[in-house]
């Protein structure tokens, strides 16, 4: 079964510090991965995609086949990237006619000054 | 960008009482939208996928006679809990997909939510 782990509940940096959140996910074909992110009282919006390779608000994420991850990065955390992070695989058929996307349970990332 | 809204962003209801809530496409036409719960300091689990003009597709475990789906046009989806319990009361989330002619993958819009409450 398709399975996507966050393996951190929290992660609590310094502002400017790097930060990486960690998403592994159990291989079944070849999913297309994003990372969607909620800010506080806000909805759940994409952050990235892999498949577009671009950097968002500083932020990139890198597929590794052979590990089977997908960890996000930045290089210096600001206050106002403190959110939930949620990788996301997306199974099944794609060209927009099936496909699921799977949570992981989320990271919350806070950043502290 | 494509914005999807919620109606009511939030409900209390007694047990034994059925609960609507809407998910619409305010400025693109979504022939595919999906239902999640989400239980506090918990991630979302989907529901169902809900087609324009055909059965909804439920999850293992989701019971189709509870969570009725009806997605009678390109911009709206429902939801209907029936005969709702306490055990119900959670966060329910809808989404919709962005499909892009010649794109191989796609993107879903996400709504804000609606807290459901069942006394």
């Known amino acids: 079964a398709q399975r996507v782990t966050q393996p951190e509940k929290l992660l609590s940096v310094f502002k400017g510090a790097p930060v990486e959140l960690k998403c592994n996910y159990s291989?079944?074909?070849?999913?297309?991965l994003f990372w969607y992110v909620q800010y506080s009282r806000q909805r759940l919006q994409l952050l990235l995609r892999h498949i577009s390779r671009e950097s968002i608000k500083g932020f990139t994420a890198d597929l590794n086949k052979g590990e089977t991850s997908f960890h996000l990065k930045k290089p210096f955390a600001q206050e106002e990237d403190s959110a939930m992070y949620y990788c996301?695989?997306?199974?099944?058929?794609?060209?927009?006619?099936?496909?699921?996307?799977?949570f992981g349970k989320g990271t919350k990332l806070s950043v502290k000054p | 960008g494509a914005v999807v809204s919620q109606h009511p962003s939030w409900v209390i209801c007694k047990s034994g009482t059925s609960v609507k809530i809407e998910c619409r496409s305010l400025d693109f036409q979504a022939t595919t939208m999906f239902w999640y719960r989400q239980f506090p300091k918990q991630s979302l689990m989907l529901m169902a996928t809900s087609n324009e003009g055909s059965k909804a597709t439920y999850e293992q475990g989701v019971e189709k006679d509870k969570f009725l789906i009806n997605h009678a046009s390109l911009t709206l989806s429902t939801l209907t809990v029936t005969s709702a319990h306490p055990e119900d009361s959670s966060f329910y989330i809808c989404?919709?997909?962005?499909?892009?002619?010649?794109?191989?993958?796609?993107?879903?819009?996400f709504g804000p939510g609606t807290r459901l409450t069942v006394l």
């Open positions: 989404s919709a997909r962005v499909v892009k002619a010649g794109v191989t993958t796609d993107t879903q819009y």
């Open positions: 996301a695989p997306l199974w099944g058929n794609y060209g927009g006619s099936q496909g699921n996307l799977i």
């Open positions: 291989y079944s074909g070849s999913p297309e």
